[in-house]
């Protein structure tokens, strides 16, 4: 399995800023996925992210308010802009196995936006 | 909406005992994949099982896949203390993108 590792692990934001989260692989992927686990639920896809090709937005996600970069086959971004309390939760960014369909995560972002 | 749905949504045994958990979901899928995430971290991937396979295990998890009824399940032996986490299925769509979807989870609390 893929090693994904994230940063930052958790931080504390003001509304209104922005927060950028980085996350690397130890190996080149094809595709990265990146989700958002609000507190006590589950997760939801925000948006697939394949290199060189701009992101794929799951319906309620956008590009002004998550903008995505995937400069390579191993490392994205996520932004969460314009940050409100809402945006409190748990971003996880994931990454398929070539061949075989598993998805691994990372370690996820815990974000706290006050 | 969520396209499964994990059932029961706390579950909560002694060490020793066995814990199934199960998952329902609602169109036809290439696969179904159950995780584990302790304490709100990273999640840690269990086990996949394809649409014709209806049955896997690994150490102490077994898995069994329903396609008729739409349904999985997840079964613990001798559970542990470590074990209490949340466990999630997530199912791989027939076509398209492989993105996952998730149930709602299940809680297990293992007790000493």
């Known amino acids: 399995s893929a090693v994904i590792s994230q940063k930052p692990s958790r931080d504390i934001c003001q509304r209104g800023t922005s927060l950028t989260i980085q996350c690397q692989v130890d190996?080149?992927?094809?595709?990265m996925f990146w989700y958002r686990q609000q507190p006590g639920q589950s997760l939801t896809l925000i948006a697939t992210?394949?290199?060189?090709?701009?992101?794929?937005?799951e319906s309620g996600f956008v590009i002004d308010k998550f903008p995505i970069s995937r400069p390579n086959l191993t490392f994205s971004t996520l932004t969460v802009s314009n940050m409100s309390p809402e945006d409190s939760s748990i971003y996880l960014c994931s990454v398929q196995s070539t061949g075989y369909n598993e998805q691994f995560f990372g370690p996820g972002t815990r974000l706290t936006v006050l | 909406s969520q396209q499964g749905e994990e059932d029961p949504q706390a579950l909560s045994i002694q060490e020793g005992e066995n814990a199934t958990m199960n998952c329902s979901y609602k169109t036809s899928i290439n696969n179904l994949q159950w995780y584990r995430q302790n304490s709100g971290r990273g999640l840690v991937h269990l086990i996949l099982?394809?649409?014709?396979?209806r049955e896997k295990h690994s150490g102490r998890l077994r898995v069994t896949l329903d396609t008729s009824k739409k349904s999985s399940s997840l079964l613990i032996t001798a559970s542990r203390a470590a074990d209490t986490a949340s466990y999630f299925c997530?199912?791989?769509?027939?076509?398209?993108?492989?993105?996952?979807?998730f149930g709602k989870g299940t809680m297990l609390l293992v007790s000493p």
């Open positions: 190996s080149q992927v094809t595709m």
């Open positions: 992210a394949n290199q060189g090709s701009e992101a794929t937005y």
């Open positions: 099982i394809r649409s014709n396979e």
């Open positions: 997530a199912t791989g769509p027939n076509s398209g993108y492989s993105t996952l979807t």
